[in-house]
């Protein structure tokens, strides 16, 4: 089955920084858009060249508002043209397609009364936002910490600071100014929420420590701040149809199978879901996703396309 | 168009009865010949029109009798309505899903008009015609979770998620199969199925948990459940067991016909925009023995099921002292031709 999916119109694009925008959609048809909670994304249709890139965004407006979206975008230097696009070729009045939001990343108070701590490296501010621009007198404690390079390419700085004030506790690398997770997370109390949005090595510090710290691992909710997308290339044999597919380094196997028409369902598009589970029947997969079970990726026996990867040269066969 | 009919009873003279129409789209649960538990979760995205899947929400000829059903329950017991105090966007969260749900399926009986937070809410059969301002709690007679499903048939739950759990933590639930709201209200996933026996061996609740956690806004899910009852009694809640639970030794070769029937619940699941809560509707369908058997092969296949049923769930389900009975009025339904 597929997503429902709204037609949206650019509505402004505004510069956050040299290299982050932020984008205005607002529907075509009718007057609002589809309801969501803090931390969901859409996935949105970008028309490259001959093909069609879907990337998911995080929503950061206010999910109180309902007349248009806004997300913001950073310019990737190695991506795969969908930022260089919303950068370069985006304007506003172009239309798109996007698909319902979806959330797997639910960013709430804790309904006990603890704190809310929220940690974002650089671009990963973007799922807090919708959160924090709702924001009300008694949503609860919560606290931000915001790491980045400089202040200058930097997303909702002054915003923020007005919505949070205090709350707010920034880390500028360029000025030699470190996160640390460590003693964040050993000097907060008992019970406290954590949610942790940046590159993998901030989330694994965040996770790591938390566990240490005995913490349950419930409290600790986190989203890599985009699916890892490409890697080294490889082939991909279907068992059923007899094809062989090559996955270039630019795209991810559920990509692939999807130009080459291969049905395959899919939802997250960032190994969260389970929707895309295939099974798997010879070679060795770097699964990378947060849906199979331990057991499962050490049998061998599933991958999750949006993600999964074969292992260095090697070849995956399908149930396909 | 729907036609309702006039209001029958669920109690006292049961006048509760299915047309032939009802009995042709009853949602008859069992796919083979033989019990077997399974994780029966799918995508509700719709179904054959005139079936109970064609719309999110289903609504039939017993729209009347049941709302007055659940009227009447409220009356005598205001508890089997709560809603704990954090779940009051999930409540606007359900009045907006019911009232955009029932118009858009049945604009016969129910309009919605919208001009930004003024909304406008009429429901024909029950001549309701009410303006209020969404999200503004006094601006209704009732909180808008007990208003909506006041009007709606079935039972329905409110289930909020967090820490990877759901919590019961709101519903109207009049016409459980012996379950509690009362009881209940507060409990995570695992504590709510307590009861249940075998499936908690199987791991079928983490599987379940997983993926309830991972159900999105638009893509809501479903499952079938089914019991057996006596008469066509929708309230077998624990706090009304009296009226129930002696009724199990009445059943006769003579009566089993009329009496017993197959309760059928279409249980949905659907994310809630605003507060990621889960809407947990349960409704009930309810067909006696003698209207199944006018299905070509409900009667054969209703009684291999209750031959291969494990004694734990017999005992569960509360069949033990009249399975017997039902097994062998279906046995000329089971003959080999
Ligand atoms: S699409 Fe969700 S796990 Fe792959």
Redesign the pocket.
């Known amino acids: 089955m597929t997503q429902t999916r709204h037609r949206v119109r650019v509505s402004a694009v505004a510069r956050l920084g040299p290299s982050i925008r932020e984008i205005h959609l607002e529907p075509l048809e009718g007057d609002h858009l589809p309801a969501f909670s803090p931390g969901s994304h859409v996935v949105m249709e970008l028309p490259l060249g001959e093909h069609v890139l879907r990337n998911a965004y995080s929503l950061t407006s206010s999910p109180f508002e309902r007349s248009r979206y806004a997300i913001a975008v950073r310019r990737q230097p190695d991506s795969r043209g969908g930022s260089r696009w919303i950068h370069d070729e985006l304007v506003p009045g172009r239309q798109l397609r996007i698909e319902a939001p979806n959330n797997y990343f639910p960013i709430r108070a804790p309904a006990d009364g603890a704190p809310l701590l929220l940690i974002a490296g650089g671009i990963g501010i973007t799922p807090f936002m919708s959160l924090l621009r709702a924001r009300r007198p008694d949503s609860g404690p919560m606290s931000l910490h915001y790491a980045f390079r400089d202040r200058v390419d930097t997303a909702y700085l002054a915003e923020l600071k007005r919505l949070l004030g205090s709350d707010l506790h920034t880390y500028e690398s360029t000025a030699g100014e470190r996160l640390d997770p460590a003693s964040l997370l050993a000097a907060q109390h008992l019970g406290t929420q954590v949610a942790v949005c940046g590159p993998a090595a901030m989330i694994e510090a965040v996770r790591a420590k938390a566990a240490a710290l005995g913490w349950p691992e419930q409290r600790v909710l986190y989203e890599r701040f985009s699916a890892p997308a490409g890697g080294t290339p490889f082939r991909v044999r279907l068992q059923r149809s007899g094809r062989s597919i090559a996955v270039s380094s630019e795209e991810t196997l559920l990509e692939a199978l999807e130009r080459a028409q291969v049905p395959v369902r ?11 589970r295939t099974d798997l029947l010879g070679g060795e997969a770097e699964h990378q ?1 947060l ?1 199979l079970s331990d057991q499962e990726k050490t049998a061998q026996c599933a991958v ?3 993600v999964s990867r074969a292992c260095a040269g090697g070849e995956l066969l399908l149930d396909l | 168009m729907l036609q309702l009919n006039p209001v029958q009873t669920f109690r006292d003279d049961f006048t509760y009865r299915n047309s032939p129409s009802a009995i042709q789209r009853f949602p008859f649960p069992f796919p083979q010949d033989e019990y077997r538990y399974s994780v029966n979760i799918e995508p509700h995205n719709g179904g054959p029109a005139g079936s109970v899947y064609e719309h999110w929400f289903d609504i039939d000829e017993h729209y009347l009798s049941e709302i007055r059903e659940r009227a009447i329950v409220l009356k005598q017991d205001p508890a089997r309505c709560q809603v704990r105090p954090h779940m009051r966007l999930a409540a606007w969260d359900t009045l907006e899903m019911l009232m955009e749900h029932f118009s858009q399926d049945y604009p016969e009986h129910f309009t919605l008009i919208r001009q930004g937070n003024d909304w406008m809410w009429i429901n024909r059969p029950l001549e309701i015609e009410q303006r209020f301002r969404f999200g503004d709690d006094d601006s209704l007679p009732l909180a808008p979770f007990e208003y909506i499903t006041r009007q709606a048939q079935g039972d329905w739950a409110m289930l909020d998620q967090r820490d990877g759990d759901l919590f019961m933590d709101g519903g109207i639930i009049t016409g459980p199969a012996d379950w509690s709201l009362d009881f209940d209200l507060g409990m995570s996933f695992k504590e709510w199925h307590g009861p249940v026996p075998l499936a908690h061996e199987l791991g079928v609740f983490d599987r379940a948990l997983k993926y309830l956690c991972n159900i999105q806004v638009d893509r809501p899910a479903r499952r079938l459940n089914w019991t057996i009852s006596i008469n066509p009694l929708m309230d077998q809640s624990p706090e009304n067991y009296h009226a129930w639970g002696a009724s199990r030794a009445t059943i006769t070769p003579d009566n089993v016909a009329r009496k017993v029937h197959l309760r059928v619940e279409l249980q949905g699941l659907h994310r809630l925009p605003r507060s990621h809560a889960l809407l947990f509707p349960i409704r009930t369908y309810l067909i006696s023995l003698q209207d199944l058997v006018s299905q070509p092969g409900w009667g054969k296949r209703l009684r291999r099921v209750l031959m291969t049923l494990p004694p734990e769930l017999v005992d569960y389900k509360g069949l033990t002292r009249y399975i017997g009975t039902i097994i062998d009025w279906l046995e000329p339904w089971d003959r080999d031709d």
């Open positions: 899919s939802l997250c598009r960032a190994g969260v879901c389970g929707e895309c996703d849906f999750m396309p949006c």
